[in-house]
């Protein structure tokens, strides 16, 4: 086995452990490894350890690694993930090339993903980024206004809302410390899981709560996030 199949089976045991811990269905947590500053070659050599999902920050290098590993996109049906900011001269790039994004925070940008997703494509699936401890300086709609653009997207018919994203403002590295899971929990994942729990109980029939990192993935899925978001556990630090 490479590192890269040893980490994916560490991370998988991870989650595996997670779940049990909090009586949940492994099935239930989707993992998506984050593979910004990562080569075809070696995204290559996760899809050969039965990885699937994949995330891209940075649109331009996210392209162009769909178009090159095409054809195994194909044959395992991989799935990809824009997880990175998107401005409005980028939204075409995403609407024709990637499956998700997670990273949606206002309605114009949702408008030009509607209107520029192929028509012969399926619907874009797109999470809400949420804002969710206030930092001023990240991006992500704040909480009180999350029900809104929840509404506007509900109306666009070639996208489909799948939930909601968050990304906590100080990482909170627990490093499968339980102990430190309770604080981290507080702080970030149990609002983002409230949230969640209110579009659903509106009928917004959501079932993705993008929560979770390398160093965090413990309390997240102890909160209820069904897709953590996994880079340098699996490729290695960025450096
Ligand atoms: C880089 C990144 C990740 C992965 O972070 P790791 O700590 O390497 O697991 C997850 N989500 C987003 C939005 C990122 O930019």
Redesign the pocket.
Known sequence: MTNIQQNIATVRERIQLSCHKADRNSDDVTLLA?S?TVSAENIKLAVAAGQRDF?E?YIAEGVEKIITLAAETAQHNLQWHC??PVQSNKTRLVAQHFDWV??VDRLKIAERLNEQRPADAKRLQVCIQVNIDNSPSKSGVAPDEVLALAQEIAKLPRLQLRGIMA?PDI?ISTQGNFAMNNIAIEAVYTPARVLFEHLNALNYDIDTLSIG???DLEPAIQSGSTMV??????FGS?A
């Open positions: 984050v910004k995330g920050n997880i990175g997670h990273t990304i990482p990192m390398s160093a978001r996994v880079g340098s556990a699996i960025r």
